[in-house]
Structures are given as C-alpha cells and as structure tokens.
C-alpha cells in the first residue's frame, strides 16, 4: 500500500516525518520552508508552522478540518490554506506536497511566453507524473488570494508553479505527491541546463516593501 493513501493516523504521521526527512536531507527542502501534509478522516494533517522537514516529531504535526480549523498538535503551516484549496478541489488527492526547492524556484523566477505550461515534455516520467505546469500569479506567502489562484487551476492540474516561490503537487498517495514533487524538481534541473539564460522576473520594489510591512525583521 502507498503510503498516505490509508493506514492509522500515527502511520500517516510517521510517514510525514519519514518522507520530509528524506527530502531535507537529499537537499529538497532547506530552513523552515516547504510543508507535507496528508488527508485523513474529517480534514488532513500538515506539518506545523516554521518546522524543518528534516527534524519533524510525528506527534507534533498539525491536524486540520475539512473546514480549515485547527484541531489538534502545533499551530498548522501558515500555507495550510493552499493544501486546503487544493484537496476541495480535488477530491481523490490523498496529499500534498510544497517545496521551495532549488530548481524549481529558479523557473519560477523566469519570464515565460506560456504560462499555462512552463516546463517542456522533456521526459516520459516527467509527463506521466505532472502533465502540464502552470505558473500562477506572484503573491506575498500567507496572501489568502493565493489560494484563490491555486483553486482556478488545481482542478484540472495536479501540480501548480507558484511564480517566484515553488511547486504545490497533489498525488493519490503521500508516495506518489513525494515522487512526483522529485520528478518535477529533476525535470527543472534538466531544463535549466538545457537551456541558456533566460529574461528573469525579480520582485518589485513595491513587493519587496510589502513583504517588509507583512514580515518585520
């Protein structure tokens, strides 16, 4: 059985750990960014806000409703609303996955003349897993309008690039949203050296101020 797809709550619990310590430890995920979480009975579990992914105690993991109340462990991600836009839109998704990993991040930072689908079909495995990746909209991290954006597309996709920030990816099984994730990564890398230099888009001026007013250092 993949795992994420049933089993004991504690299970799916220690699988969330288990699968964010293999990603921080082979470089996916770094600091306190990225978050995991899997559905369970009546809502999902997430790991909690500013948790490395490599240190997770699987008792501490936060537990969410389906109607996005906390309800049990540490206080839930503050991307928390982003896996539940996405689970109310795809209902047969069983967890997900958000990284800030590298690759990923670098073409999310890119100008793209299509961004229904930034990412070529470079390999077989890469369009079995992920299809097509659109790109949505930059917003500050924690902006709720985010998860109006993810919602638009998440529908129809089961893997999404947020714009100057990283990939949301939705599976049938923790297993399969993990091994998904790690295609999508790979199949970054591969077309950033494939490809020359390319127009980028940074931040504004204007978003970079904003991002002081919402995060005073």
């Not at 490395?52 to 109607?67: F, T, Y």
């Not at 462990?73 to 958000?98: C, N, Q, W």
């Not at 990746?133 to 985010?146: K, M, W």
């Not at 790979?186 to 904003?210: D, F, I, M, R």
Request: with cysteine; aromatic share 6%.
């Amino acid at each position: 059985m993949a795992e994420g797809s049933g089993g004991s709550e504690n299970t799916i619990r220690d699988w969330i750990a288990r699968h964010g310590e293999s990603l921080y430890a082979r470089g996916y995920a770094h600091g306190s960014s990225g978050n995991i979480s899997a559905r369970i009975d009546g809502g999902f579990l997430i790991s909690p806000t500013n948790s490395c992914l490599g240190r997770l105690d699987p008792a501490r993991i936060s537990k969410v409703a389906d109607d996005g109340t906390h309800v049990g462990g540490d206080k839930p991600s503050k991307e928390a609303f982003l896996h539940l836009a996405m689970y109310r839109k795809r209902p047969t998704s069983k967890a997900i996955v958000h990284l800030h990993s590298t690759h990923c991040v670098a073409v999310s930072c890119m100008c793209h003349d299509d961004t229904a689908n930034v990412l070529p079909p470079i390999t077989a495995y890469y369009v079995m897993r992920i299809g097509k990746l659109p790109l949505v909209p930059y917003y500050p991290p924690g902006e709720r309008s985010l998860a109006d954006a993810v919602a638009a597309l998440a529908e129809k996709h089961s893997a999404v690039l947020l714009a100057n920030h990283g990939p949301v990816v939705a599976g049938k099984s923790l297993d399969d949203a993990v091994y998904s994730v790690e295609e999508l990564e790979e199949t970054a890398k591969l077309y950033l050296l494939l490809n020359g230099p390319k127009a980028l888009s940074y931040l504004t001026q204007a978003q970079v101020a904003q991002l002081g007013e919402l995060f005073p250092s």
